[in-house]
Protein backbone atom coordinates (compact mmCIF):
# COMPACT_ATOMS: atom_id res chain seq x y z
CA UNK A 1 0.00 0.00 0.00
CA UNK A 2 1.88 3.21 -1.11
CA UNK A 3 -0.37 6.79 -0.52
CA UNK A 4 0.06 9.59 -2.80
CA UNK A 5 1.74 11.72 -0.62
CA UNK A 6 4.35 9.16 0.18
CA UNK A 7 5.15 8.79 -3.34
CA UNK A 8 5.10 12.47 -3.74
CA UNK A 9 5.49 13.66 -0.42
CA UNK A 10 2.46 15.96 -0.50
CA UNK A 11 -1.32 15.80 -1.27
CA UNK A 12 -3.12 18.39 -3.42
CA UNK A 13 -5.90 20.14 -2.15
CA UNK A 14 -9.33 19.50 -2.73
CA UNK A 15 -7.96 15.58 -3.54
CA UNK A 16 -8.38 12.32 -1.61
CA UNK A 17 -5.00 10.88 -0.29
CA UNK A 18 -5.41 7.39 -3.03
CA UNK A 19 -4.30 4.28 -2.34
CA UNK A 20 -1.88 3.82 -5.43
CA UNK A 21 -2.01 -0.14 -5.11
CA UNK A 22 -5.42 -0.58 -4.71
CA UNK A 23 -8.63 0.61 -5.56
CA UNK A 24 -11.31 2.81 -3.23
CA UNK A 25 -15.01 2.37 -2.90
CA UNK A 26 -15.59 5.82 -4.09
CA UNK A 27 -17.60 6.56 -7.05
CA UNK A 28 -18.07 9.87 -9.22
CA UNK A 29 -21.71 11.44 -8.41
CA UNK A 30 -23.41 13.53 -11.27
CA UNK A 31 -25.03 14.94 -8.77
CA UNK A 32 -22.01 16.33 -7.63
CA UNK A 33 -20.52 18.39 -10.28
CA UNK A 34 -21.74 21.85 -9.10
CA UNK A 35 -20.49 21.03 -5.53
CA UNK A 36 -17.15 21.42 -6.87
CA UNK A 37 -15.60 24.73 -6.09
CA UNK A 38 -11.83 24.37 -7.06
CA UNK A 39 -10.21 26.65 -9.24
CA UNK A 40 -8.41 23.71 -11.18
CA UNK A 41 -11.68 22.06 -11.78
CA UNK A 42 -14.08 23.28 -14.47
CA UNK A 43 -17.33 21.99 -12.98
CA UNK A 44 -19.31 23.61 -15.48
CA UNK A 45 -17.48 21.54 -18.20
CA UNK A 46 -17.95 18.58 -16.86
CA UNK A 47 -21.90 19.60 -16.51
CA UNK A 48 -21.99 20.27 -19.99
CA UNK A 49 -20.25 17.21 -21.10
CA UNK A 50 -22.81 14.90 -19.06
CA UNK A 51 -25.58 16.99 -20.37
CA UNK A 52 -23.98 16.83 -24.07
CA UNK A 53 -24.09 12.65 -23.67
CA UNK A 54 -27.47 12.46 -22.30
CA UNK A 55 -28.86 14.69 -25.26
CA UNK A 56 -27.00 12.85 -27.52
CA UNK A 57 -28.21 9.65 -26.41
CA UNK A 58 -31.83 10.59 -26.19
CA UNK A 59 -31.88 12.74 -29.69
CA UNK A 60 -30.47 9.36 -31.53
CA UNK A 61 -33.41 7.13 -30.44
CA UNK A 62 -35.47 8.96 -32.91
CA UNK A 63 -32.87 8.66 -35.66
CA UNK A 64 -32.54 5.24 -37.41
CA UNK A 65 -29.85 6.84 -39.49
CA UNK A 66 -27.66 7.38 -35.98
CA UNK A 67 -28.36 3.61 -34.63
CA UNK A 68 -24.44 2.89 -35.37
CA UNK A 69 -24.02 5.99 -33.29
CA UNK A 70 -26.02 5.18 -30.88
CA UNK A 71 -24.44 1.77 -30.07
CA UNK A 72 -21.20 3.37 -30.37
CA UNK A 73 -21.79 5.80 -27.63
CA UNK A 74 -23.77 3.34 -25.18
CA UNK A 75 -20.73 1.22 -25.05
CA UNK A 76 -19.55 2.07 -21.37
CA UNK A 77 -15.97 2.52 -21.80
CA UNK A 78 -13.59 0.05 -19.46
CA UNK A 79 -12.73 1.21 -16.14
CA UNK A 80 -10.42 4.28 -15.46
CA UNK A 81 -8.06 2.28 -13.62
CA UNK A 82 -5.72 5.85 -13.42
CA UNK A 83 -8.29 7.03 -10.52
CA UNK A 84 -7.69 3.79 -8.46
CA UNK A 85 -12.11 4.21 -7.43
CA UNK A 86 -14.54 1.32 -7.92
CA UNK A 87 -14.95 -1.82 -6.16
CA UNK A 88 -11.59 -3.60 -5.28
CA UNK A 89 -10.11 -7.10 -6.25
CA UNK A 90 -12.39 -9.82 -5.52
CA UNK A 91 -15.16 -7.84 -5.30
CA UNK A 92 -18.62 -8.82 -7.57
CA UNK A 93 -18.39 -7.05 -10.23
CA UNK A 94 -21.46 -8.21 -12.50
CA UNK A 95 -21.40 -8.56 -16.28
CA UNK A 96 -21.68 -4.98 -17.16
CA UNK A 97 -24.82 -4.02 -19.63
CA UNK A 98 -24.93 -3.70 -23.10
CA UNK A 99 -25.99 -0.76 -25.81
CA UNK A 100 -29.20 -2.54 -26.47
CA UNK A 101 -30.06 -2.52 -23.04
CA UNK A 102 -29.08 1.12 -21.88
CA UNK A 103 -31.21 1.84 -25.13
CA UNK A 104 -34.01 0.46 -23.76
CA UNK A 105 -33.97 2.19 -20.65
CA UNK A 106 -33.73 5.47 -22.44
CA UNK A 107 -36.34 4.94 -24.10
CA UNK A 108 -38.53 3.79 -21.03
CA UNK A 109 -37.43 6.88 -19.19
CA UNK A 110 -39.39 9.07 -21.91
CA UNK A 111 -42.60 7.33 -20.46
CA UNK A 112 -41.66 9.12 -17.33
CA UNK A 113 -43.35 12.10 -17.25
CA UNK A 114 -41.95 15.06 -16.45
CA UNK A 115 -38.37 13.60 -16.13
CA UNK A 116 -35.83 14.86 -18.71
CA UNK A 117 -33.16 12.61 -19.21
CA UNK A 118 -30.24 14.87 -20.06
CA UNK A 119 -30.95 16.33 -16.02
CA UNK A 120 -30.95 13.23 -14.67
CA UNK A 121 -28.38 10.90 -15.79
CA UNK A 122 -28.41 9.41 -12.45
CA UNK A 123 -31.80 7.56 -13.66
CA UNK A 124 -29.86 4.93 -15.37
CA UNK A 125 -27.81 3.91 -12.47
CA UNK A 126 -31.64 3.46 -11.28
CA UNK A 127 -33.29 1.54 -13.71
CA UNK A 128 -30.86 -0.32 -16.09
CA UNK A 129 -30.19 -3.51 -15.32
CA UNK A 130 -26.96 -5.06 -14.36
CA UNK A 131 -25.48 -1.33 -14.33
CA UNK A 132 -24.27 -1.21 -11.01
CA UNK A 133 -22.19 1.68 -9.17
CA UNK A 134 -19.34 0.95 -10.19
CA UNK A 135 -20.46 0.86 -14.17
CA UNK A 136 -22.20 4.11 -13.79
CA UNK A 137 -19.22 5.63 -11.86
CA UNK A 138 -16.98 4.43 -14.72
CA UNK A 139 -19.26 5.90 -17.33
CA UNK A 140 -19.14 9.22 -15.55
CA UNK A 141 -15.54 8.77 -15.01
CA UNK A 142 -15.06 8.70 -19.04
CA UNK A 143 -17.69 11.51 -20.02
CA UNK A 144 -15.46 13.78 -17.90
CA UNK A 145 -11.93 12.47 -18.38
CA UNK A 146 -11.32 15.35 -20.59
CA UNK A 147 -11.85 17.96 -17.16
CA UNK A 148 -10.37 15.40 -14.67
CA UNK A 149 -7.13 15.42 -16.53
CA UNK A 150 -6.84 19.27 -16.88
CA UNK A 151 -8.26 19.29 -12.97
CA UNK A 152 -4.81 16.75 -12.44
CA UNK A 153 -1.95 18.50 -14.94
CA UNK A 154 -3.13 22.13 -12.90
CA UNK A 155 -2.88 20.56 -9.28
CA UNK A 156 0.55 18.81 -10.27
CA UNK A 157 1.75 22.07 -11.78
CA UNK A 158 0.94 23.45 -8.74
CA UNK A 159 2.09 21.47 -5.98
CA UNK A 160 5.13 20.55 -8.61
CA UNK A 161 4.48 16.74 -8.48
CA UNK A 162 6.59 15.65 -11.99
CA UNK A 163 4.35 14.28 -14.66
CA UNK A 164 5.10 12.14 -17.43
CA UNK A 165 3.71 11.91 -21.14
CA UNK A 166 2.68 9.00 -23.40
CA UNK A 167 -0.43 7.35 -21.57
CA UNK A 168 -3.84 6.96 -23.28
CA UNK A 169 -7.05 7.82 -22.06
CA UNK A 170 -10.53 6.91 -23.44
CA UNK A 171 -12.71 10.81 -23.52
CA UNK A 172 -15.92 11.79 -24.05
CA UNK A 173 -16.41 14.44 -27.20
CA UNK A 174 -18.81 16.05 -26.82
CA UNK A 175 -17.86 18.10 -30.68
CA UNK A 176 -18.17 14.86 -32.61
CA UNK A 177 -20.52 13.13 -29.77
CA UNK A 178 -18.14 9.92 -29.85
CA UNK A 179 -15.80 8.10 -27.71
CA UNK A 180 -12.07 9.37 -27.99
CA UNK A 181 -8.49 7.74 -27.31
CA UNK A 182 -5.84 10.36 -26.69
CA UNK A 183 -2.38 8.73 -26.83
CA UNK A 184 0.10 11.11 -25.74
CA UNK A 185 -1.24 12.34 -22.70
CA UNK A 186 1.04 13.71 -19.77
CA UNK A 187 -0.03 12.58 -16.20
CA UNK A 188 1.96 11.40 -13.10
CA UNK A 189 2.45 7.90 -12.45
CA UNK A 190 3.28 5.03 -9.97
CA UNK A 191 5.01 2.13 -11.21
CA UNK A 192 4.43 3.27 -14.71
CA UNK A 193 0.82 3.29 -14.33
CA UNK A 194 -1.39 6.31 -14.77
CA UNK A 195 -2.75 8.48 -11.78
CA UNK A 196 -5.89 10.38 -12.86
CA UNK A 197 -6.84 12.54 -10.25
CA UNK A 198 -10.50 13.35 -9.47
CA UNK A 199 -11.77 16.19 -6.91
CA UNK A 200 -12.96 14.33 -4.03
CA UNK A 201 -15.94 16.79 -3.89
CA UNK A 202 -17.48 14.93 -6.38
CA UNK A 203 -16.97 11.58 -5.13
CA UNK A 204 -19.55 9.54 -2.82
CA UNK A 205 -19.23 6.23 -0.86
CA UNK A 206 -22.57 5.19 -2.30
CA UNK A 207 -25.23 6.69 -4.47
CA UNK A 208 -28.65 7.63 -2.36
CA UNK A 209 -30.84 6.95 -6.10
CA UNK A 210 -30.31 3.51 -6.60
CA UNK A 211 -33.72 1.56 -7.33
CA UNK A 212 -33.45 -0.08 -3.45
CA UNK A 213 -33.31 2.75 -1.78
CA UNK A 214 -36.29 4.09 -4.18
CA UNK A 215 -38.17 1.35 -3.85
CA UNK A 216 -37.53 1.49 0.32
CA UNK A 217 -38.01 5.23 1.23
CA UNK A 218 -40.60 5.98 -1.50
CA UNK A 219 -42.56 3.59 -3.07
CA UNK A 220 -43.13 0.65 -0.09
CA UNK A 221 -43.84 3.81 2.46
CA UNK A 222 -46.36 4.87 -0.01
CA UNK A 223 -47.97 1.20 -0.54
CA UNK A 224 -48.33 0.47 3.39
CA UNK A 225 -50.69 3.51 3.49
CA UNK A 226 -52.85 1.31 0.59
CA UNK A 227 -52.45 -2.01 2.37
CA UNK A 228 -53.61 -0.27 5.30
CA UNK A 229 -56.57 1.09 4.19
CA UNK A 230 -57.56 -1.72 2.43
CA UNK A 231 -57.23 -3.28 6.11
CA UNK A 232 -53.94 -5.58 5.51
CA UNK A 233 -51.43 -3.45 7.35
CA UNK A 234 -48.23 -5.16 6.36
CA UNK A 235 -44.52 -4.72 6.74
CA UNK A 236 -42.66 -3.33 3.90
CA UNK A 237 -40.96 -6.68 3.03
CA UNK A 238 -44.32 -8.46 2.92
CA UNK A 239 -45.73 -5.67 0.33
CA UNK A 240 -42.58 -6.06 -1.92
CA UNK A 241 -42.70 -9.53 -1.97
CA UNK A 242 -46.11 -9.71 -2.96
CA UNK A 243 -45.72 -6.95 -5.40
CA UNK A 244 -42.67 -8.78 -7.27
CA UNK A 245 -43.90 -12.28 -6.72
CA UNK A 246 -43.98 -12.07 -10.94
CA UNK A 247 -41.82 -10.70 -11.30
CA UNK A 248 -38.05 -13.09 -12.23
CA UNK A 249 -35.31 -10.85 -12.58
CA UNK A 250 -33.66 -7.29 -11.50
CA UNK A 251 -37.07 -7.16 -8.93
CA UNK A 252 -35.90 -3.82 -7.71
CA UNK A 253 -35.52 -2.17 -10.61
CA UNK A 254 -38.07 -3.88 -12.71
CA UNK A 255 -40.44 -3.00 -9.88
CA UNK A 256 -38.93 0.32 -9.53
CA UNK A 257 -39.17 1.28 -13.08
CA UNK A 258 -42.71 0.14 -13.70
CA UNK A 259 -43.76 2.11 -10.38
CA UNK A 260 -42.16 5.25 -11.32
CA UNK A 261 -44.55 5.12 -14.69
CA UNK A 262 -46.86 4.93 -12.76
CA UNK A 263 -46.79 7.74 -10.45
CA UNK A 264 -44.30 9.94 -12.05
CA UNK A 265 -44.55 12.90 -10.01
CA UNK A 266 -43.31 10.83 -7.14
CA UNK A 267 -39.86 9.25 -8.69
CA UNK A 268 -39.18 12.82 -10.03
CA UNK A 269 -39.79 14.47 -6.25
CA UNK A 270 -37.94 11.41 -5.31
CA UNK A 271 -34.34 12.60 -7.50
CA UNK A 272 -35.20 16.03 -6.77
CA UNK A 273 -35.01 15.87 -3.42
CA UNK A 274 -32.16 14.25 -3.06
CA UNK A 275 -30.63 16.96 -5.30
CA UNK A 276 -31.61 19.53 -2.39
CA UNK A 277 -30.08 17.84 -0.21
CA UNK A 278 -26.75 17.32 -1.74
CA UNK A 279 -27.15 21.73 -2.14
Known amino acids: MTLFDEAFGVVPEGVVNIDL ?7 VDSLRILRVHDEDFDNQDA ?10 CD ?15 LMVPREVNATRFGLGAGKPQG ?17 IEGLKSTEHPESLLTF ?25 QRKCKRYNIPMTKGHKMNVFNPDTLEWEMLTDVELPEHNGLAILLVPK ?7 QYTAQEYVNHDILEGRKLFYVRDGRPLAKREIFKIETEDILHDKFKTYALAEAVREPKRFVGFLEKRQTLIG
Open 128 to 152: TPRFGPDRYSDLLTNIMARDFIRFT
Open 47 to 56: KLNTWAYMAA
Open 95 to 111: NGTSAPMLMKVFRMLRQ
Open 59 to 73: AMLDSPQDYQHLQRL
Open 201 to 207: DILVSEY
Open 21 to 27: DGDQELY
